[in-house]
């Protein structure tokens, strides 16, 4: 699957700077495109209400303060925390940690699926 950046979009090249694609060095729209692509290997779900997931949840998402619905799509940070998969996809394009503990995602994710 090919990961192409949308010229309509507002993307973060790094915190309180944004611009459109169009805007953005082609340096910044491969690192992008590189945290797209790590944003898409994070695990998804779909919001149950079971205890598996509550183990996780203290109220809801910390990023919109809503709570979980049912069959709502969420994501899972290496870090066990849970978020919606809209909130959490849109704060990791401009921070790569965790909302909650603050753990670099990035850091997890490289680990995780690096190869020998």
């Given amino acids: 699957m090919a990961t192409t950046l949308s010229s309509h979009a507002v ?4 915190p309180n700077d944004r611009r459109s694609a169009t805007q953005l060095t082609e340096e910044e729209q491969i ?17 149950d209400g079971s205890k ?7 109220v809801g998402c910390v990023i919109c303060m809503g ?22 996809d849109d704060w990791l394009m401009r921070s790569f940690t965790c909302p909650s503990c603050l753990e670099p995602v990035d850091a997890a994710l490289l680990s995780t699926y690096q190869t020998d």
């Fill in 31 to 47: 690192k992008i495109a590189q945290r797209m692509g790590l944003i898409q290997h994070l695990p998804t779900g779909v919001f």
């Fill in 67 to 88: 709570e979980f619905l049912i069959s709502e799509p969420i994501r899972f940070l290496p870090c066990m925390h849970i978020y919606h998969t809209d909130c959490i």
């Fill in 52 to 58: 598996k997931n509550r183990e996780y949840v203290v």
């Fill in 11 to 14: 993307y973060y090249p790094s």
